[in-house]
């Protein structure tokens, strides 16, 4: 079945940076588009497709954040820069399989003092 799990948050103060993983199994990972999503309302912050290339970025994390991936481990990465408060949440990676959305447990990010 499909597996997604995220790591790689933690507390940061602003201006700092986070890199967070998704490491993914149970399906051909480099033939799907994979999203970062935060927050409960699952905003969509950034995706990728199965080829490397980055296709979104919500207006907020233009210029800050970085989606990339690496199909030989399976993971997806989202390297965040500039950190502010306002990006304090749950990241989520995702993945539309066989029909079905298929979510990570997340991962908590505070950007705080």
């Known amino acids: 079945q499909v597996q997604l799990v995220e790591s790689g948050g933690g507390l940061v103060q602003p201006g700092g940076s986070l890199r967070l993983s998704c490491a993914a199994s149970?399906?051909?990972?480099?033939?799907?588009?994979i999203g970062w999503h935060r927050q409960e309302e699952r905003e969509l912050v950034a995706s990728i497709t199965g080829g490397g290339t980055p296709v979104y970025y919500v207006e907020s994390v233009k210029g800050r954040f970085t989606i990339s991936r690496d199909n030989a481990k399976n993971t997806v990465y989202l390297q965040m820069n500039s950190l502010k408060p306002e990006d304090t949440a749950v990241y989520y990676c995702?993945?539309?399989?066989?029909?079905?959305?298929?979510w990570g447990k997340g991962t908590l990010v505070t950007v705080s003092y």
């Open positions: 149970g399906f051909t990972f480099s033939s799907y588009t």
């Open positions: 995702h993945v539309f399989y066989d029909g079905n959305s298929n």
